[in-house]
Every structure is written in structure tokens, then in C-alpha cells.
């Protein structure tokens, strides 16, 4: 009878601990307790770009089994690892050293979806015939580490297996779980059959040296892709760097980008942020493109050649100096397949922007389909003046507006079809109609009363209409006007001036305002020469660096022609919101807990002796 009688006890007791521990993980937050989180987890979605393992290339590889490459074959000493046939296969988690060459095959990891996986290339050579020559099958996440000053390489086949295919395989380096390169050496990648780098899930890059050359896409993520303090160059047959999976997302903090691309330089479905970072961008496609929006906040963004230069539903220019020279529009904020009911918008609030199209017929400089404001930035713009070549145009047709509050401006094209300002405006501008173009190389400045300039640039394309803009320019106020060798006296006689013949068609649209805030007081052009603009850049002759010519079926690309703050995550209220320092680091394992959960805690541990003393009185007689 003891035996059943304790029976008794025990089973209250579980009951009594179990809806106490139900109650405290029910409301563990507002008690107070943190949650023991891992940021390299798949699962995790904190609101960091970077965790502490992502941005550690320097990790301590005493410990690690130790992957010598021999050609056909290899060696393995330590454990987690193995050899079959001509493959390198990693089974387990943990850190691996790799070096020398593999003449023909693979390196294969295929671990517990829970693993993670650390690998420090140091001088490797990868040739695989007929699949990709890192590929990762399962695991949490794997570190490709490239030792400092190592030189590393991969060359992939002309056409993969038919099993390779069957599982969707397409790049030299195929990962389909999340994958984080980092270190200080350098990555050669060469991709005969499609795609260089290809992560079905998240792409981290950290660190290195990073060429690729590609039959197809240079660098493909489903999920997002994030860069920060790496040197990448691409040469791509399609687009250069993508982020192809629903909602994905493009993130570039930091580092070199010099990408050559038969399409688009840099695309992605979801949000594509650019907070910093050197950029040269030389598409035959658009350079930047996006279904959902682009942020632009920070970095030097050179784009030569392209069709367009920076196009999606919404673009957002708030930082960094932006240079560009298409073939048809410069911004163009038009509506995609799945940008759904979002009002295409051009948004300036700061930063410079320099658009040029030397060749433009029927072309725009800054162009939306829904609405343009400016409240900020320094922003220039010149088509020629012959033809259909609008500097500025907004949707005004379908009830879009152009409007301005702060910034300064000037935006030189064609009188044909050419719109200023609105009325509505809160900052004055300049609309001027001339009757003939203008040279190009004209110079264009703008001077206050006392002789002082307040807008100043030498026009690269002839021009037959401009408009003007500065935060100095007040109603009442007289100014000049200097068109090369003439001149021309006016006071600002409302929030559109307008000068010269007043013959375009689209002049004045004079829709309704937007409230925007008062304009900032530094906003002028600085005088002289304009920022970023001066020779166009060349890349080395025939293309990037100690890179291996294709074969002879796969001919890439040539040479191109001559030539801020972190945001937030998608997904958190405000994109572009300055994040702070990286958070990176790991989460620690320190539960804190309040007065009401110690209290919460002894009303359990009453309930609990309740609970055992009912027992022991109900117990059953003899």
C-alpha cells in the first residue's frame, strides 16, 4: 500500500510542477526572462545583418581535423571527416583545415541539420567535372573561412550530372542550407555551366577577396545575401549579384563591388539596401533593380552604361554619392508584379546624385509613375535638348506630383514635354523654356544679389529647359541667371518662377502639396567642379585579375567600356532606421528574472505543498 500511496503523491505533484511550468513559459517575457537565442540558427530572426561567427575569420584552428588535398584523392586526420573515391565528405559539426589540390571532385558536407560547420581554405585548388566543387547538403550553417593571404580557387564543369541536375544544382559553390564566407585571403571562382555562388537559403560574405566569372548569375541567394568589409568582383552572363527567393533581400554595408553583367548588376524581389561601400556598376541590363524598393543611405555608387540606372516601386536616395550614366532613365520608379497597391515614389532626402545620358531619345532623368519628392540632397541631372528627354517627370496624369521642400537642384533636358516643380512646393524653384538648345558644356550658375553663387555646374549634354532649385531662393528676392556668356535678371515671384519661353507642355503641372518640412539651411551646391563627376573609371584590360580564360563554348563578357548608417532588417517599422553598433555578438546565456517571478515561483511551491499534504490525506485505507 505504501508503494500506491507515494503513486499518489508523486503523480499530485507532477500535475501541481507542470501547470507551473506551463504558467511561467506562457509568461516568461513579461516576467522578465530572456530567451537563451542562437543568431546562427535558421529559426533565429533577430534584427542583426552580422553575428559574431559571421564576422570572426580569424577563429583558432589548432583543434581541427586537418583535409589534405592530393590530386585524385585525399587525406584526413581527425575525426568528422572521410574520403570516398576522388569526394571529401564532412558528416559532422566542427572546424576543418583544407589545402593542396583536387584534381577532380568535390568537398561534401552532409551533417545534422543542427551543425555547424567551420572551414579554413588555405591555399585549396577545387576542379570538379560534372558538379558543383563545395557543396553543402545539410547542416545549420557553414563558415567558409579563406585564410589570410591564402590563395584559393574553383573551377566547375561545362555541363553537370544528370543527378547534380536533378537536384537543382547550378554553381560552383552550392549550398542549401546558410552559408558565411569570410577571412583575408582570396576566391577565385570560375562557373562554365551557370552560376558561381548559390545559397538556397542566407549568403553572408564578411571578408576576402572575392572573384567570380559566370556563365550565368556571379552571386545567387534565395533568402537575402548581406556584405560588409569584403572586395568582390564579378563578371556574369546574366545578372551579377541576385537574391532570386520571395521577400529576399539584398544588403550591402560595406566593402569593393565591381560587377560586369549581361543583365542586371544588383537585383533582388525584396527590399535591396545600400548603406555603404564602393561601388562600380557596368550592366547591359539596369544596374540596381528591385520589385519591392531600393534604400540608398550611404557609399559611392558608380553605374556606367546601363539601360536604366536604379529601378523599383520605391526608391529612397538618403545618403552616399550616386553617379550614373544610362541609356534610358537614371530613377525610375515604375510598379512591379508583386509591389501590389504601393504608390511608385522617388524619394530624395539627402545625399548627391548625379544623372547623365548622353544618348537619350525619349528618355528620362528622374522619372516615377506615381509621385517625386525631394526635401534634401544635392542632385543634378542633364539629357540632351532635342527630342522627348525629360530631366524630371512625375505621374502627373494619374494624379502624381513633383514636389520640393529642401535640397538643391539642377535638372537640364528637352522643352518638349518637360515638368517643373508643383506649386505646391514649399521651396521656390526655376522653371526656364528656352527657344533654342543650349551647347552642352554650357555653364550654368546661379547667383544671389550680392554676387554670390548659389548653384553652380558646366552641363555635360546641350539642353533646351532646366530647372532650378535651392533652399536660398525666397519669394521677393532678386537673383541672376547665367547661361554661358548671357545673363538674365529675375525676382522669384511665387513658389514656380517661370523664365524664358514658357512653351513646354508639361511644364507647370501645379498639383496640390504634400506638407513636407521646412528646408534645411546647408542645402546649396558647392561651387566649382561637381562631386564625382570627372574621368570615368576603366577596370584592367580584358577584365578582372589573374582570372582563367572560359572555354572556348563559353566565352564570357569582355571589358566594360571606359568608364551611413546600418538599416534595419525587412520587416522592422522603419527600413532605414539607424541601427547602431552591430549586434553581432552572441547571445549570451544569462537569465534575468524579477520581484514577480519570485513571487509567481512561491505561490507555485504553496500550491506544490498543498498539493502533498491532499495527498497524504486522501490516501487509501487498508
Known sequence: MSTHKNFDKICVAVLVLTLFLTVLFMNGRRLGIEVVVDEDDEA??????????????NWDSSEATVITLEGESASVSGKGAYVYRSDVFINSAGLYVLSGELTDGRIVVDARNSSKVWLLFDGVSLNCSDDACLRVEQADKVFLTLAEGSENSMSGAVVFSDAAAADGTDGVIYAHDDLTI??????TVNAWYRHGIVAKDDLVIT??????????DGIRANDSLRVCGAEIMVEAGDDGIAVA???GYLYLESGSFTVISEDDALSAVGPLMIAGGDLTLTPVGDAIRSDTAVYLAGGTVFIDNCY???EAPVIELSGGDVVIYPRDDGFNAS????????????LIRGGALTIVNETAQDSDGIDSNGDIVISGGVIRVSLPGSGINNAIDCGSESGGTCEISGGSVIACGS???????????????????LNAPRAAGTAVSLTDASGETLLS????????????????????????LHLGDTSEDFTVSGSVTALGSQSAAGGLPGMGGMGMPAPPSDGAFPGGDTPGMGERPELPEGGFPEGDAPPSDGAFPGAPPDMGDRPEPPGSATPLAPGGENAGAAASAAVTVDVSTWLLIGAAALILALGILLGARFEPKE
Open 245 to 247: 527567393g520571395e521577400g
Open 44 to 57: 533565429h530572426s533577430g534584427a542583426v545583418y552580422f553575428t559574431a561567427n559571421d564576422l570572426n575569420g
Open 415 to 433: 522643352s518638349s514635354m518637360a515638368e517643373g516643380f508643383d506649386e505646391s512646393s514649399t521651396q521656390c524653384s526655376i522653371f526656364y523654356a
Open 308 to 310: 536604366e540606372g536604379v
Open 335 to 346: 510598379a512591379s508584379a508583386i509591389s501590389g497597391s504601393t504608390r511608385p515614389q522617388v
Open 207 to 216: 571578408g576576402g577577396t572575392i572573384i567570380v566569372k559566370s556563365q550565368a
Open 457 to 480: 555646374w558646366d552641363v555635360p549634354c546641350s539642353f533646351s529647359s532646366l530647372t532650378l532649385s535651392a533652399p536660398e531662393l525666397l519669394l521677393g528676392e532678386s537673383y541672376t
Open 182 to 187: 569570410n577571412g583575408g585571403g582570396r576566391l
